[in-house]
């Protein structure tokens, strides 16, 4: 993308305070595109606590982050598939497909709304009491949000966030791209803590579009460009 001097100086702004913050990093699996029609796979949460920030993002560990995956019924709700992007999730690995559709844990949606529900207003209040803002982070936050927001419509429940600021990680690294031995970094950091969390996988595959993964790298990737923005590098 091509910005000019100003804009780009206005997009770093609108990042850099992220430094000192709560941010939520929010990515979903799906069967097809439709928000109202398609169902979810499997969801992951992944908040990067204010005093990780300024951490290396090399050196995290288990304890910088908060991390959950909820693993939910596709068809519930009378949600369907779309064949295009049930080819797409036919053609991954074999250990991909396992994750994404694990069938010994999978839960009805009221009980992953009121999940989700608890644990954003935990984070909510803990960004509220220390006087800091609490950011939400999606690789398309009309997409992964609005996604959610329509089941908690469809189960007459209201959406779990009210305030937030929504945070687009594909801005974020058009705003400051991130070179690709960095990349391969961040993706060996992301896998070494999703081992850490699900010590049970087979340490030896990827997991990309693993929801439980995406997260992850997203998380480690925001840091890392934060990082540099509040370091000058613009």
Same mark, same amino acid.
């Given at each position: 993308?091509?910005?000019?001097?100003?804009?780009?100086?206005?997009?770093?702004? #609108?990042? #850099?305070?992220?430094?000192?913050s709560?941010t939520?990093?929010i990515?979903?699996?799906?069967? @097809?595109?439709? !928000?109202?029609k398609?169902? !979810?796979i499997?969801? %992951?949460? /992944?908040t990067?606590n204010?005093?990780?920030?300024? *951490? +290396? /993002?090399?050196?995290f560990?288990?304890?910088?982050i908060?991390?959950?995956?909820?693993f939910?019924?596709?068809?519930?709700? @009378?949600r /369907? %598939? $779309?064949?295009r992007t049930? &080819?797409?999730?036919?053609d991954l690995?074999e250990?991909?497909k396992k994750?994404?559709?694990?069938?010994? #844990?999978?839960?009805?949606?009221?009980?992953? =709304?009121?999940?989700? $529900?608890?644990?954003?207003?935990e984070?909510d209040?803990?960004? &509220?009491? $220390?006087?800091?803002?609490?950011?939400?982070?999606?690789?398309?936050?009309?997409?992964?949000?609005a996604?959610? =927001?329509?089941?908690? *419509?469809?189960?007459g *429940?209201?959406?779990?966030? #009210?305030?937030?600021?929504?945070?687009d990680?594909?801005?974020?690294?058009?705003?400051l +791209?991130?070179?690709?031995?960095?990349?391969e970094e961040?993706k *060996?950091? =992301? $896998?070494?803590?999703?081992? @850490?969390?699900m010590p049970?996988?087979?340490?030896?595959?990827d997991?990309s579009h693993f929801?439980?993964f995406?997260?992850?790298?997203?998380?480690? @990737?925001?840091?890392?460009?934060v990082?540099?923005?509040?370091?000058?590098s613009?």
């Open positions: 993308l091509n910005y000019t001097e100003d804009a780009m100086l206005k997009l770093t702004r #609108k990042f #850099k305070p992220m430094f000192r709560y939520t990093v990515d979903i699996e799906t069967t @097809g595109l439709d !928000i109202n398609n169902g !979810i499997n969801i %992951s949460f /992944v990067i204010p005093q990780s920030w300024t *951490k +290396p /993002v090399f050196d560990t288990c304890y910088d908060m991390y959950g995956v909820l939910t019924d596709p068809n519930e709700l @009378g /369907v %598939s $779309s064949p049930m &080819e797409f999730h036919n690995p250990h991909v994750l994404n559709f694990p069938s010994d #844990k999978l839960q009805p949606w009221n009980v992953t =709304a009121d999940v989700i $529900s608890l644990l954003l207003a984070l209040d803990k960004a &509220e009491r $220390s006087g800091l803002p609490h950011y939400l982070m999606g690789n398309g936050p009309d997409f992964d949000q996604f959610i =927001a329509s089941y908690f *419509k469809q189960l *429940k209201t959406q779990p966030w #009210k305030h937030w600021q929504n945070v990680f594909r801005t974020l690294v058009a705003v +791209p991130v070179p690709e031995e960095i990349w961040l *060996k950091k =992301a $896998s070494e803590l999703l081992f @850490g969390f049970e996988i087979d340490k030896s595959l997991y929801a439980g995406d997260t992850l790298l997203e998380a480690l @990737g925001a840091v890392w460009v990082q540099q923005l509040n370091g000058g613009l």
